[in-house]
């Protein structure tokens, strides 16, 4: 009869995995949950209604986003000076879907799916320059309903141009565009309607059918579909796109976790591999550095380092400010104005992180 050996809790093998408890939460850089309201004052997004999944940042720094579950909610965010603030906007009509945001000059449009199809939904500008410390007050907002973009189409995601005067979006079948003071939809042609818009140099791009790109040039308004041949890869899914730090550059993801950089004139180039797959959102920040979070269930926050292509797994995000709370999985992301990423958490009582990147050492050189 075989017996046991003696469990040892000295012995490397068991002294191993506690550290690797003890370390699979964010290990470099702080993060800090801040939930949808106007802490003591305000009531956050009822849970069931606050799965935050699009998000966009404006001129100001204010952080307007959109929340998916039993009904959609658009909010307002601020967190600069002694701002820290989360102000539900309201809740749209039979909406059930935030997609996307978008921030333009001279408003905000949402684009929200639900029982009445695929719909923008206009934000009222909102005074978030007060410190919400003292006397402070505001009066009731009002959602502005625009209209359905595609009849009977819901929306898959929508971004600004360069001049944040005209949203081009696209539904599950079909490109349109959208002036945002006018809120007038012109619907430019047919396009495979998956994944996230990117912006490049010259136009849009989108997922075509097969491993393949189409554009859209926003100076002739034209459509090429097939425009351009996705690198080796897993594509099946929906893309992700990323805005690098040269103009024009982009970054996405296939679905094995692979990480790629975009350039019209140069194309793509492999820069590494997240750990887990698939690749959520990313943002990258000016120095650089590509933070996100990747894999199912329990994703963990990474950093790509886009010179040498070198990619850390930094772990479970984790806040321990004020209350613990842990998040699992995220459907947006944005860079604050003072270089902080925001994440917009995608569960049941969704909170927004606020995420502050350890600063890389500066090495000066040696005369």
């Known amino acids: 009869m075989e017996t046991k050996g003696r469990f040892d809790p000295n012995s490397p ?5 506690e550290n690797e408890l003890a370390h699979q939460f964010v290990r470099e850089g702080t993060m800090v949950a801040f939930p949808t309201c106007l802490p003591g004052m305000t009531t956050p997004i009822t849970h069931d209604e606050c799965r935050i999944t699009a998000l966009d940042i404006d001129s100001e720094g204010h952080i307007y986003g959109g929340t998916s579950g039993r009904r959609a909610h658009l909010f307002a965010s601020a967190f600069h000076d002694l701002t820290g603030v989360v102000l539900d906007v309201g809740v749209v009509p039979d909406g059930t879907n935030s997609v996307a945001v978008c921030c333009g000059k001279s408003r905000t449009l949402a684009f929200v799916n639900g029982a009445r199809g695929g719909r923008a939904i206009a934000i009222p500008e909102i005074d978030l320059a ?17 209209g359905e973009c595609v009849s009977k189409e819901p929306v898959v995601h929508a971004i600004c141009d360069a001049s944040r005067s005209t949203v081009i979006g696209v539904t599950t079948g079909h490109l349109f565009t959208m002036g945002i003071e006018s809120g007038k939809v012109s619907v430019i042609g047919e396009v495979s309607g998956r994944g996230h818009l990117g912006m490049g140099s010259s136009g849009i791009f989108g997922q075509d059918d097969g491993a393949r790109l189409w554009h859209f040039d926003l100076a002739s308004g034209k459509i090429r579909r097939a425009a351009v041949d996705l690198p080796k890869g897993e594509w099946n899914a929906g893309l992700r796109w990323a805005r690098g730090g040269d103009t024009g550059e982009l970054l996405t993801a296939d679905d094995a976790g692979r990480i790629f950089s975009f350039d019209e004139n140069q194309g793509f180039r ?23 979070f990747c894999g199912n269930e329990m994703a963990n926050l990474f950093c790509c380092d886009t010179v040498s292509g070198s990619v850390s797994n930094l772990g479970v995000a984790a806040s321990v400010f004020e209350h613990r709370r842990y998040a699992y999985q995220f459907g947006d992301a944005v860079v604050g104005s003072q270089g902080e990423i925001v994440f917009g958490e995608d569960d049941n009582d969704g909170h927004l992180w606020l995420y502050f990147p350890k600063i ?5 050189a040696t005369t």
Do not use: C, S
Not at 360 to 364: H, P
């Open 360 to 364: 890389n050492r500066v090495t000066r």
């Open 13 to 17: 093998a068991i002294k191993a995995y």
């Open 130 to 146: 007060q410190d919400w410390i003292q006397e402070w007050g505001l009066a009731p907002q009002v959602l502005q309903d625009l």
């Open 270 to 292: 492999l820069l590494g591999r997240a750990h887990l797959a698939p690749v959520g959102p990313m943002v990258m920040i000016p120095d650089g550095r590509l933070f996100g």
